[in-house]
């Protein structure tokens, strides 16, 4: 993992900011790979990406397709990515396991950009 990167060892600096805003969210998530479909849930999103908790994290660099909806919303976004950095079960007592994805698709990722902006999650609400 390069330092450059917000993976857990590599957290971004406070002068670096993201391209797009992130939620805190607790968000039911299909994803697909090589060996087969998963579901586990994601905490985070945004338009760039997203993190998955999960106890069989991928390892770096695994190209998937995610699936998801936003809770109340009609759109179902499947968006390809890559596993940006993972954190193994056991390996950070503070940190839950799983994998944080970069997404990859430009298109999908402007289009989840235009329903985040508009979309207020309930917990706001």
């Known amino acids: ?27 039911l998530v299909d994803f697909f790979t090589s060996s087969g479909v998963r579901c586990d849930y994601a905490t985070t999103l945004g338009a760039g990406g997203l993190f998955v908790e999960s ?10 397709k995610v699936r998801f909806r936003l809770p109340g919303r009609e759109q179902l976004h499947e968006i390809e990515g890559r596993v940006a950095w993972c954190q193994p079960p056991g ?10 994805v970069e997404f990859t698709d430009a298109v999908a990722i402007s289009a989840l950009a235009r ?9 706001k609400s």
Not at 1 to 18: F, I, K, L, N, T
Not at 115 to 123: G, Y
């Open 1 to 27: 993992m390069s330092a450059g990167r917000g993976g857990p060892r590599g957290r971004r600096s406070a002068e670096v900011r993201r391209r797009y805003r992130r939620l805190t969210v607790r968000l």
């Open 55 to 64: 106890e069989q994290p991928l390892p770096a660099g695994s190209l998937i």
């Open 91 to 100: 390996a950070d007592a503070r940190r839950a396991p799983g994998m944080g």
């Open 115 to 123: 329903e985040l902006e508009r979309w207020e999650p309930e917990s």
